[in-house]
């Protein structure tokens, strides 16, 4: 099972997701058992774990997450598995924004980032006023408010806010990782989910740009067109596989696109 967020839920549940200016947050509710979920974010996300348990991988990393942890995670893709609380479900909200919240939330406080580590996950266990944070945010999500999504945009850059008071050198590093590879943000994106990409339409669902937007990160980037690179990338990988593997000519060519 794969989900590539926040993408799949703006297609598929849009009634489930609060909209803010590229803040998406998103109720999630499971009721069994899931196991080798393949998640790839193409945005940062935190998520706070209402109830059950979730095992995540990433790399060398390995965390067993329960109920009342708050993590985050950068863009980049991840293995996990959720395990049901003991009222038989499984319950998280997830946040997902871009590197400009980020950005915006580090030059509005003047934090000064002058660390050498960085961290793509770090993880809290909420307790406290951290703990009353995440209560007052699920009592949003679920409201009617009609402005709900600018208050739980808010809500966010409180429990940042609250991070650097408390957990100040952990959060440093996730915002330090943010920070330092924005600018490689579409090429992380593009090379890690490479899979999943047929068309420039494909190219343009993943980053959620549209076609004259990518052209020009594109060309910033790359010096290519969105076409031309993914070409490139089809022809890396069909040589790559011709020079290694059994598979006929043909098959090779099918699989490359």
Known sequence: ???????????????????????????????ENNDNIVVRNVMHVMIMLVEGTKHLQYKDTKKVLNAGDIFFLTQGNYFM???LGKHGK??????????????????????????????????????????????SYLQYIHSSFEHKGEIVKLKTEEIFLHLL??????????????ATSSK?????????NLD??????DMCRLTRLSKSELR???????????????DSKRLEKATLMLKNADDTIGSIATTCG
């Open 196 to 201: 999943l990409l047929d068309s420039v339409d």
């Open 90 to 135: 499984y319950e998280s909200i997830m946040v997902c924004f871009d590197d400009t919240f980020v950005l915006d939330f580090i030059a509005k406080y003047k934090i000064d980032l002058g660390i050498s580590s960085q961290s793509s996950v770090v993880s809290f266990t909420s307790k406290g006023a951290l703990k009353g944070l995440m209560n």
């Open 165 to 178: 008071d408390e957990n100040k050198m952990e959060f440093f590093t996730y915002l330090k990782e943010v």
């Open 81 to 83: 598995r959720e395990v």
């Open 216 to 230: 020009a990160k594109m060309k910033s980037l790359f010096s290519m067109q969105p076409k031309e690179w993914l």
């Open 184 to 192: 490689e943000r579409l090429r992380y994106i593009l090379e890690a």
């Open 1 to 31: 099972m794969t989900f590539v967020i926040p993408n799949d839920f703006l297609d598929r549940e849009p009634q489930n997701v609060i909209n803010a200016d590229d803040i998406f947050t998103v109720s999630y509710i499971s009721k």
